[in-house]
């Protein structure tokens, strides 16, 4: 005869049945693979603070990811290789990344002439190529490379802000001089400078004063002696490198040429460029691609910034992606994003046809108190 098993076994029963699934539950999320990133960048050498700035930014969100969970109980592991700046050294480090880390997305690379060497290998390989810190065309075809991405607006954008706020000053384009980093990122400033002034109507850009500097060098006296015997001398000068090359030419010609007006691009690290120039403000611009931080801000630094803005698109696309999380399927989740609003910046979109997230650019003065300060805009809510 069938006896009736007593409500309070069951219950038990039902108790430790719970239990055993949440402690199985909770081994598989805590044994669980984590998602793979990887990041090639100057840790040394003399732009190490630039890629320094941008692993620490974009590390700071990942970890708050981290610490809340992850994405579905998977953790985000970010590998950083250094690369010195050098295009030999990223060749091996993405290789590296790709076949012994199996990252399925390489991010926040600093450099057109590593990203130059990077991002092609990466597209092949099916792995993504995401936010690097250059804002070079190279990385922004039409249409776009398949697992190519940008967060940032582009160096033609800023340089487009730069060259508007040159000529509604009046200052004639015979007046304009370049200050070239000599390589890829050199001559992509002069293409895209060269053609935004063709754009506005001057045709004589051949006749434009270019000089340059070595890669990883602070060699700037030809540059400067080229520009000192100069006729007519420069009244804005344009600078494409890095930024203690930047600093040291502006420290040497501020005073040689005392109507001059300095303009770089983000590429230069406001922060560190900034701190390279005391006692020298009033005549130094630089275009951004995030806003400068709000007074008392603990985070002035805007590459860092731009990491974490940029992780922040980045995990908004990890979190959309339903099932496996692999290059392809964060590929299609970065295509599938649309428009996303990200607080203090502004939105940001991408789809199949657009990889540049943001267009977003601000022209900056650097005043007496060591600030940036916003001049001038472009691109959507700015």
């Known amino acids: ?34 998602i793979q990133l990887g990041m090639s960048t100057s840790l040394s050498g003399p732009n190490q603070l630039l890629g320094r700035a ?12 981290n610490q809340q969970g992850g994405i579905r109980g998977r953790m985000i592991n970010l590998t950083v290789l250094d690369d010195g700046y050098e295009p ?33 290998l990466a597209n092949a390989r099916g792995v993504v190529f995401y936010g690097a810190f250059t804002g070079a065309d ?10 190519i991405f940008n967060f940032r607006a582009s160096y033609r954008q800023e340089m487009e802000l730069i060259v508007q706020d040159i000529l509604e000053r009046g200052i004639s384009p015979y007046r304009i001089a370049l200050f070239l980093q000599d390589d890829t990122l050199g001559q992509t400033g002069f293409d895209i400078t060269k053609a935004v002034l063709e754009k506005s109507g001057f045709k004589h850009t051949d006749r434009l004063l270019v000089t340059y500097y070595p890669r990883n060098s602070l060699a700037i006296q030809s540059a400067i002696k080229a520009m000192i015997q100069a006729t007519p001398k420069p009244e804005a000068i344009i600078i494409v490198g890095a ?23 983000s590429f230069s690290a406001a922060s560190l460029l900034a701190d390279a120039l005391p006692g020298i403000h009033g005549r130094i611009y630089m275009t951004q691609v995030v806003p400068p931080a709000e007074t008392g801000s603990e985070e002035q630094d805007f590459i860092w910034r731009e990491g974490y803005l940029a992780a922040q698109v980045l ?25 996303v609003n990200l607080e203090g910046f502004g939105t940001v979109t991408l789809n199949p046809g657009d990889h540049q997230a943001s267009d977003h650019v601000w022209l900056t003065h650097l005043d007496k108190t060591r600030q940036w300060n916003s001049v001038k805009t472009t691109g959507e809510n700015n």
């Not at 076994?9 to 949440?22: G, N, R, S």
């Not at 190279?138 to 697992?147: F, M, N």
């Not at 930024?243 to 691009?265: D, G, T, V």
């Not at 290059?327 to 989740?333: I, P, S, V």
């Open 1 to 34: 005869m069938f006896k009736p098993i007593p409500i309070k076994k069951i219950t038990l029963f039902y108790t430790k049945c719970c239990a055993y699934i949440v402690v199985l539950c909770w081994c598989s999320l805590a044994h669980a693979e984590p």
């Open 315 to 339: 995990v908004k696309a990890l979190q959309s992606i339903p099932g496996e999380i692999s290059g392809d399927t964060l590929k299609q989740a970065l295509e599938a994003l649309g428009s």
């Open 88 to 120: 030999d050294s990223v060749k091996v480090n993405t290789m590296q990344l790709i076949d012994q880390h199996k990252v399925i997305a390489i991010v926040g690379n600093a450099g057109t002439p590593t990203a130059a060497i990077a991002a092609p």
């Open 243 to 265: 930024y203690q090359p930047a600093a040291q030419f502006i420290r040497f010609s501020h005073r040689i040429f005392p109507n001059a007006r300095f303009y770089n691009l």
């Open 54 to 65: 941008m692993y620490l930014g974009m590390n700071a969100l990942f970890e708050e990811i």
């Open 138 to 147: 190279l990385l922004r075809k039409i249409p776009p490379d398949p697992y």
